[in-house]
């Protein structure tokens, strides 16, 4: 037998091993069970006492031990290596193998090492083309010189196990994301007499889920909250810097902060985190009453307002740059109005930006769509229609919040939470309808005082602690209003000697009362004579 006859018969079963290393039964697994399964393999490959796989986290600039065979304890503990650090940081960081004959006498960062008494160890890179997605190490209970034959043949396996890793772990990324995304996207978007309220979010084809968000929820002083966002990246870490700003922002707003200490607030928050990130958010805050938009933005693209006689601008460019990418001075609100028959858009630049256009391009898109009223598409949906549904060109994930407001009819129905923290919003909606249909301002604020009262004894009385509902009715006539608030609880005794004030403001405030109460709930009917 030849020398080359020789040398291929060596070849042989490292060959075999090899194929084994990413066969396709591998493809079925998790990432967790393919991570076990490749290291027993490659443990027995390269005849070791110990293997252990180390991924790395981009956002904290450090390996994460995600398998181990033999020294679990690096998985169990959460071992973090800093990149360029220790043993496994500098093949990393250095991108090439690395072999310690003597752990003893070697710089080592993670103590586990020398506690399971591994004498020599080899470490080598995962790489899927020239990027560095972790380490993988094998190490041996005896003193061990690993030749150049051992790192080419680690190497060959870690190149093979690299690609199944890769695959594995974005497949676990987008799972994460797009139900983390879904988690913290709004279920469903409020009703709100007088305003048509519409959303919608696509991810960009074929790429992991972005950042893009929108919310919308009361303010303590009744105002509508608008918010629309963009994360910068895509991924689980996207979606994870998204889920801390939104929860964040819904925070210091309902702490009665302005607008623009909001967003100061966000940003602090975010830069002191450390999160590497940058994120775009515009924050509406609409005032049912005034119709009149506060806003402030920070680096996000301006809102399209569609007016009343059909024309059109852009409002609300932003006022400082994006959050977390400096320490701002400072985001400056600004007021625009919002007339019955007006329309906002609210998007993030996934909507209009395609490669190869600037951006007033896409602005010029945007203002010239048709966005023409559809029975049965949404302000969004027409909006996704028209600008983004049938553009090839477009690479980004797309989010869209819209409000279309609308004239309210003599008649007004409300479904309400018994909340007292949904009486600000309440007070707000009954005001705008009975400014549409004329009713000056001391009689206006009447009525709605005395409905706020009726809704809080509905809250208090029937319902106490636990959760329910109360409606209110309305109906104008050229005559008189009437109101009529009614619940399905049972009503309680008052508590204390100094409450129960309620109907005698009730009573000194509209000309009828009728308070009806029975085993099916209270009805209270508010009646005013027009002035």
Request: hydrophobic share 45%.
């Amino acid at each position: 037998m030849t020398d080359y006859e020789l040398r291929e018969l060596d070849k042989q079963p490292a060959d075999a091993s090899l194929g084994e290393i990413t066969d396709s039964a591998l493809a079925y697994l998790s990432l967790e069970d393919l991570l076990v399964e490749l290291l027993e393999r490659i443990r027995t490959l390269v005849q070791a006492d110990t293997a252990a796989i180390l991924l790395v986290d981009r956002e904290r600039g450090v390996l994460l031990a995600r398998a181990a065979r033999g020294i679990e304890e690096e998985v169990r503990q959460g071992v973090q290596v800093p990149l360029g650090r220790g043993f496994a940081g500098r093949v990393a960081a250095e991108a090439r193998p690395i072999a310690i004959e003597d752990v003893d006498h070697a710089d080592i960062h993670n103590p586990i090492l020398r506690q399971k008494g591994i004498r020599s160890l080899l470490g080598v890179p995962l790489m899927v083309g020239d990027r560095v997605i972790g380490v993988l190490h094998v190490g041996t209970l005896q003193r061990r010189s690993f030749d150049e034959s051992d790192r080419r043949l680690l190497q060959a396996a870690a190149d093979r196990a690299a690609r199944a890793i890769d695959d594995a772990q974005l497949s676990e990324q987008r799972a994460m994301t797009e139900v983390l995304q879904r988690y913290l996207l709004p279920d469903t978007l409020p009703v709100i007499p007088g305003l048509e309220i519409s959303a919608k979010y696509l991810p960009a084809p074929g790429a992991g889920v972005g950042g893009d968000w929108y919310d919308v929820f009361s303010l303590p002083d009744g105002r509508i909250a608008l918010v629309i966002g963009d994360i910068a990246g895509r991924g689980i870490g996207a979606a994870a810097v998204m889920a801390e700003a939104r929860t964040a922002l819904r925070a210091y707003a309902l702490e009665r902060h302005s607008l623009e200490d909001v967003l100061a607030l966000l940003n602090a928050l975010i830069i002191g985190a450390g999160r590497r990130r940058s994120l775009s958010v515009a924050m509406f805050a609409l005032d049912l009453e005034t119709d009149a938009l506060d806003v402030v933005s920070a680096g996000h693209p301006p809102a399209l307002l569609v007016r009343p006689d059909g024309t059109r601008e852009l409002v609300a460019a932003a006022s400082g740059p994006p959050l977390g990418s400096k320490i701002s001075s400072g985001y400056a609100a600004e007021s625009v109005a919002f007339p019955l028959g007006s329309a906002l858009l609210l998007y993030t630049d996934g909507l209009i930006e395609r490669r190869g256009e600037t951006l007033d391009d896409g602005f010029a898109r945007l203002l010239e769509a048709s966005l023409i009223r559809d029975a049965n598409l949404s302000l969004a949906d027409r909006a996704f229609r028209d600008l983004a549904a049938n553009d090839s060109a477009a690479e980004d994930d797309v989010a869209i919040l819209a409000v279309e407001s609308y004239a309210l009819g003599d008649t007004l129905h409300l479904d309400t939470d018994a909340d007292p923290t949904h009486l600000a919003s309440l007070r707000r909606i009954v005001a705008r309808w009975l400014t549409q249909f004329g009713v000056d301002d001391a009689q206006r604020f009447d009525i709605t005082l005395a409905c706020s009262e009726a809704a809080a004894n509905a809250i208090e009385h029937a319902y106490g602690p636990r959760d329910a509902t109360f409606a209110l009715d309305g109906h104008v006539t050229a005559q008189a209003v009437e109101v009529v608030v009614s619940d399905r609880g049972r009503w309680r005794p008052e508590r204390q000697t100094d409450r129960g004030r309620g109907l005698q403001l009730m009573n000194a405030l509209m000309d009828e009362v009728i308070v009806e109460r029975g085993e099916q709930g209270t009805t209270v009917t508010l009646r005013a004579l027009r002035k």
